[in-house]
T-cell receptor
């Protein structure tokens, strides 16, 4: 079946540091890939998406590139802020796939 | 426009009881999916409804059921509650269903169910 693997957290960074959260997936065919963010006490919010290989999704300074050859969709941000502290979920979906989410990676940014 | 609305926000139920949770999707969205979120298992897919029809179902026992009405509002029901059903239940709506390949989901804030 399909699966999504994210790096274990928490990831702890200082403000303005560079962020990478790794995500790899297993799926047949060509799924769409997503990153969602969850702030405490809230549901998930769509952060960015990519629907085909080599697409780059971007939003609010975050970026991720759909790499089919490495089955990866790593999330990056050049300079994190305290307000970016949240839990980040990688997900795949599309076509006949039952949507599959990773376990989530907690990000803590210190001033 | 209004987001995805889930009611109630919090519930406390006793083991053996049943519970019904409600979700109103974004206006115009015809697909509603339900997820269970727990610290141990993460986000687990329950089922998806599109135009009142169940399109996909996750690996949950028959005690978990759902339905969708003609106005796209959805309810999920859990019967014979167990302690392990304590979780955050999230509803997600989307325009196109089929896993929302093009648009992704818009999630509600969830219903926190505690079974005692």
């Amino acid at each position: 079946g399909n699966s999504v693997t994210q790096m274990e957290g928490p990831v702890t960074l200082s403000e303005e540091a560079f962020l990478t959260i790794n995500c790899t997936y297993t799926a047949t065919g060509y799924p769409s890939l997503f990153w969602y963010v969850q702030y405490p006490g809230e549901g998930l919010q769509l952060l960015l998406k990519a629907t085909k290989a080599d697409d780059k999704g971007s939003n609010k300074g975050f970026e991720a590139t759909y790499r089919k050859e490495t089955t990866s969709f790593h999330l990056e941000k050049g300079s994190v802020q305290v307000s970016d502290s949240a839990v980040y979920f990688c997900a795949l979906t599309g076509g006949s796939y039952i949507p599959t989410f990773g376990r989530g990676t907690s990000l803590i940014v210190h001033p | 426009k209004a987001g995805v609305t889930q009611t109630p926000r919090y519930l406390i139920k006793t083991r053996g009881q049943q519970v019904t949770l409600s979700c109103s999707p974004i206006s115009g969205h015809r697909s509603v999916s339900w997820y269970q979120q727990t610290p141990g298992q993460g986000l687990q897919f329950l089922f998806e409804y599109f135009s009142e029809t169940q399109r996909n179902k996750g690996n949950f026992p028959g005690r978990f059921s759902g339905r969708q009405f003609s106005n796209s509002r959805s309810e999920m029901n859990v019967s014979t509650l167990e302690l392990g059903d304590s979780a955050l239940y999230l509803c997600a709506s989307s325009l196109d269903g089929t896993g929302s390949a093009n648009y992704g989901y818009t999630f509600g804030s969830g219903t926190r169910l505690t079974v005692v």
